[in-house]
């Protein structure tokens, strides 16, 4: 995947000097852990080491439903090398966990509700004679019939105390007697999708002599994990002490627990340490994934193609327990008309149990399936009113002090027009005449010839919340210290990929002008939650504590040489490491003011309020919003089915950048997994079985399937109340670019395409 240099940076510069420096806030700074990574020396999770150190392993259902007669463990007791088989009468607390809702066993009971639920642990010597002795335990299942169906679920027998409904959320807004003068509609769908992380789950346990335990696990938020563990295993929360390890990757799949419970127990039950590590088929069943979508849409206009009314069904599958599936669906359902003025919207969205795999939090939570939907249907209804798509989502694209469906008054920056203009209006790339058969469908497997080839060109719009909704008290918690001019930042935000730990000390550098930051290990022991790595949040509230606690320990500084110098405190400031008297008199640097002494704050940081979503679906439910356009040329063949994506060109709406590199890198690898959820990525079930849990099977794009990404404009409208104006770049890549890649293929081909991702007999045999 190559990139082209970003095209242009639309909006105000705000930087100052001091913030624009080499090492500051808007710099182009290098991660500090980037060149330990690529020289394989950055510990992950899986590099995990301790004396005497003992292998888990989880015995799974290979059953999507049925009844648990009985468990015999007796064979795998009596192996050489087994010190703990453990069921679920082990669990010394509670029996259920859940991010949202506690409703998914530690270890199965009496009931299996989908393939790979844990229902036996084992610790060994070695990984081997784990796995083995996981194998000989013998499980007597009486194999029911699974709810695969996600449409029957809501008026099928109950798979759970709790129901099969998890959520239905019903929009009402507007006049809903109005009526377009042209509707178009239809009906789509979207596949399940992995994360696809390349470091599987791992993680470490070490009981404590208190009679608790030290956990070092890959996760994307430290503290809810504590809360389950604790509540699992029946001890204080202080007794459970988290640490995060190196993270290959998350993208949703590690905010739910996996392995973490399960390490503790073995841990504690042995009284050795105890390493897991999911082989990659494991992973595919240890984790949640996206939710797949089935939608029906009806969208009215009047003959000058102004939105008169959305009509919309969401349903999603979630799998056999809750997860985040409520969050997900108020999601898909508050954002399913678009980044568009919609009058009036009546919108069903239902979430509901089946005997498929759990679904959850997956980069763009919702608004990735609905972006499908209503980038679908204004293609469609570009057509019907013979009017081009672009200037069709320009004459409808909201902006600030305009009404979402859910009742919102947008009151920051959105600049929905303009990034569509940014990316629509980007010099179209040219593909001169190549032998090079690398770049036609197909590939170098010589099974197209150019001169059998369609092209085609899509283009998407979408858009996505930031930060957490609905009334969740959101928060962030850092602290700073700065002694002897060096400032130590303590947070517990969960580094994943997105760049926290080049962020945190930028921010530091920015505010204190030092030139030496260190960013303590992120763990529960020291600091408050930093919240979820998720949500597009952290950059916003984690970097928003760190401003903070920096601003706090700046003012005690001044404050205290004011003082010294006898001086008023409104008389010194900070700039460039040392402490000036206004008056041109004194100066000190910032080693000898803090020499032998030491400056520290710790601070919670609160976005602004939200509200739930009342029974119409109506209330300030969001905090702040982003939005995204993507143009994608494709090559078809038509009679293969194969698609070769040429070239994609992105405009988003950034607030304010304030790392170039990441946020180029942040825009690369969300293209790349739209890109895969439009062509290639599903997880395949049959009666609740994954058939393809394998990188050999689940397939996603590689450097030879990835085209050029073109940056047209970061549009870049700081948005009041952040920090620095800056908002999350993480999501929105994702969000349109599956929906412009399914658009060009439209173009191509002539078909209607109503399914993600598109397969080669979707387009040879329709």
Request: glycine share 10%.
């Amino acid at each position: 995947m190559t990139t082209a240099a970003v095209n242009s940076v639309v909006g105000a510069d705000t930087r100052t000097g001091t913030e624009a420096d080499a090492l500051g806030v808007g710099a182009d700074v290098t991660r500090p852990d980037g060149v330990p990574k690529v020289q394989g020396r950055f510990a992950f999770s899986s590099d995990l080491w301790a004396d005497d150190f003992l292998w888990g392993h989880t015995l799974r259902s290979p059953h999507a439903s049925a009844r648990i007669g009985g468990v015999d463990i007796g064979p795998a007791v009596a192996m050489a090398g087994v010190h703990a088989v453990l069921l679920a009468d082990d669990v010394p607390g509670s029996r259920t966990f859940g991010l949202e809702h506690p409703d998914q066993p530690v270890l199965a009971g009496d009931q299996v509700r989908y393939v790979g639920e844990p229902v036996a642990l084992v610790a060994a010597d070695h990984p081997d004679i784990a796995r083995r002795a996981a194998e000989a335990i013998r499980v007597d299942y009486e194999v029911t019939v699974p709810l695969t169906d996600p449409e029957a679920a809501a008026t099928a027998d109950p798979i759970h105390p709790d129901g099969n409904v998890i959520r239905e959320l019903i929009i009402r807004h507007g006049d809903l007697d109005r009526a377009g003068e042209v509707t178009v509609e239809g009906t789509y769908e979207v596949g399940m999708q992995d994360q696809a992380f390349m470091g599987p789950e791992s993680g470490m346990a070490l009981p404590d002599d208190d009679g608790g335990v030290e956990l070092f696990v890959s996760t994307q938020w430290l503290h809810v994990d504590r809360s389950q563990i604790a509540s699992c295993l029946g001890v204080d929360e202080e007794q459970v002490r988290i640490t995060l390890a190196g993270v290959g990757g998350a993208f949703g799949a590690r905010e739910d627990l996996s392995l973490q419970v399960h390490l503790c127990l073995l841990a504690m039950h042995t009284g050795k340490p105890v390493k897991m590590v999911y082989s990659r088929d494991e992973s595919f069943l240890g984790h949640v994934h996206r939710h797949p979508a089935k939608m029906w849409y009806r969208h009215h206009a009047d003959r000058q193609g102004r939105l008169v009314k959305v009509e919309a069904r969401v349903v999603l599958d979630g799998g056999a327990y809750v997860s985040s599936s409520s969050a997900v669906i108020a999601n898909a359902s508050a954002f399913a008309a678009g980044p568009y003025r919609v009058p009036a919207a009546h919108v069903v969205g239902l979430a509901v149990r089946t005997n498929n795999p759990p679904c959850g939090a997956m980069r763009g939570f919702g608004a990735v399936q609905t972006c499908f939907g209503h980038e679908s249907q204004m293609d469609k209804l570009a057509a019907a009113l013979d009017m081009d798509p672009i200037e069709l989502r320009l004459r409808n694209a909201l902006g600030p002090g305009d009404r979402l469906i859910t009742g919102q008054v947008i009151t920051g920056t959105f600049p929905v027009a303009e990034v569509i203009r940014q990316c629509a209006g980007a010099p179209a790339a040219e593909f001169p005449p190549t032998d090079d058969r690398r770049n036609l469908p197909g590939g170098s497997g010589r099974t197209t010839d150019a001169a059998d080839t369609r092209r085609g060109t899509g283009f998407a719009v979408g858009f996505k919340n930031l930060m957490f909704s609905e009334g969740f008290d959101d928060y962030s918690a850092a602290a700073c210290r700065v002694s002897d001019g060096v400032a130590t930042i303590t947070c517990a935000c969960a580094e994943v990929g997105q760049g926290f730990v080049t962020l945190a000390q930028q921010i530091a550098r920015t505010e204190l002008g030092v030139d030496e930051v260190i960013l303590t290990p992120a763990q529960t022991a020291t600091i408050g939650s930093a919240g979820s790595t998720s949500a597009s949040r952290q950059t916003w509230m984690s970097g928003g504590a760190v401003q903070a606690a920096c601003r706090e320990v700046r003012d005690q500084i001044l404050a205290a040489v004011a003082a010294d110098w006898g001086v008023a405190v409104d008389g010194v400031v900070l700039r460039d490491g040392h402490v000036q008297s206004l008056d041109g008199q004194r100066e000190a640097s910032l080693g000898e003011v803090t020499a032998g002494a030491g400056y520290e704050a710790d601070v919670e940081y609160h976005h602004a309020p939200t509200e739930p979503l009342d029974e119409n679906g109506q209330g300030n439910a969001h905090v702040s919003f982003a939005c995204a356009a993507h143009r994608v040329t494709v090559d078809v063949d038509p009679e293969l089915g194969l698609v070769r994506v040429r070239d994609i060109t992105t405009s988003q709406d950034v607030g304010r950048i304030l790392n170039p590199t990441q946020a180029v890198g942040q825009i690369e690898g969300g293209i790349a997994q739209g890109v895969g959820l439009a062509l290639m990525e599903e997880i395949v079930l049959d009666d609740g079985l994954v058939r393809n849990a394998s990188f050999t099977d689940y397939v996603i794009p590689t450097t030879l399937d990835m085209p050029p990404v073109t940056i047209a404009a970061f549009v870049e409208e700081p948005e009041p109340g952040a920090p620095y104006g800056a908002k999350g770049i993480g999501e929105p890549p994702t969000i349109s670019s599956s929906a412009a890649v399914a658009a060009a293929v439209r173009a191509a081909t002539g078909l209607d395409l109503p399914r993600i991702p598109i397969r080669p007999a979707d387009i040879a045999l329709p």
